[in-house]
């Protein structure tokens, strides 16, 4: 085989990862803009810059770019509370710390709140995500916390991090109905009062 036969067999997979990524990343802006019912693949593979065929060669549909994107947003998560962490930022403040870039952008903020609300749907692609998104938080607060001086003994580990979990889609709610006010602000105090990071009394 010639050089450049061998740089033509090559030369579709040698670029795949990049490809893949470039894709998700023009799911992830449909995703935000239109909401997974209403994106097409049509136009993900536009803002991609690849055809229809050569999308369809990498992923299998809208599902498969919907996982694939949103286990890259939680990784990018776990990643950036890491880098908060290690930069000594005080355990109350790293959630809110985390959701800034989600709360900066409203449009994108409205379509994860839709989405997660579709997910409930235990039928819905995403539905198990959700629920592993939560166990993983759980398993974050109880490894990284213990009980405030404020909290009741009457909550158990699983009752905080339902709190929180409801306050941080509560606070998403109230930062789209009137996003003047500030809403995230309220998650470091409401940390403080229902956790306190492990090591910190």
């Known amino acids: 085989m010639s050089d450049n036969a061998a740089a033509r067999r090559r030369g579709p ?3 795949t990862p990049a490809r893949r990524a470039q894709i998700v990343r023009a799911a ?3 995703f935000a803009e239109h909401g997974f019912e209403r994106a097409s693949l049509r136009d993900i593979a536009a803002r991609a810059g690849v055809t229809h065929a050569a999308l369809l060669r990498h992923f299998s549909g809208k599902e498969e770019l919907l996982l694939t994107a949103l286990a890259q947003r939680e990784e990018r998560d776990e990643e950036q509370a890491d880098r908060i962490l290690a930069a000594g930022t005080a355990g109350a403040a790293v959630l809110g710390q985390v959701l800034a870039d989600e709360f900066a952008d409203l449009d994108y903020l409205r379509h994860w709140l839709a989405l997660s609300i579709a997910a409930t ?3 819905h692609p995403a539905h198990e995500f959700f629920v ?12 990284s916390s213990t009980p405030s ?3 009741s003994t009457e909550l158990t580990d699983d009752d905080r991090t339902v709190m929180v979990l409801a306050m941080m889609d ?4 109230q930062a789209l109905l009137d996003p003047s006010h500030n809403p995230l602000r309220l998650m470091e105090p409401f940390m403080r009062m229902v956790i306190t990071p492990a090591g910190s009394e």
């Open 13 to 15: 997979y040698a670029t």
């Open 28 to 30: 992830l802006a449909s």
């Open 121 to 123: 749907n235990p039928a």
């Open 132 to 143: 592993r998104r939560g166990e993983r938080l759980r398993r974050r607060l109880q490894d």
């Open 149 to 151: 001086a404020h909290s």
């Open 170 to 173: 509560g606070l998403r709610i």
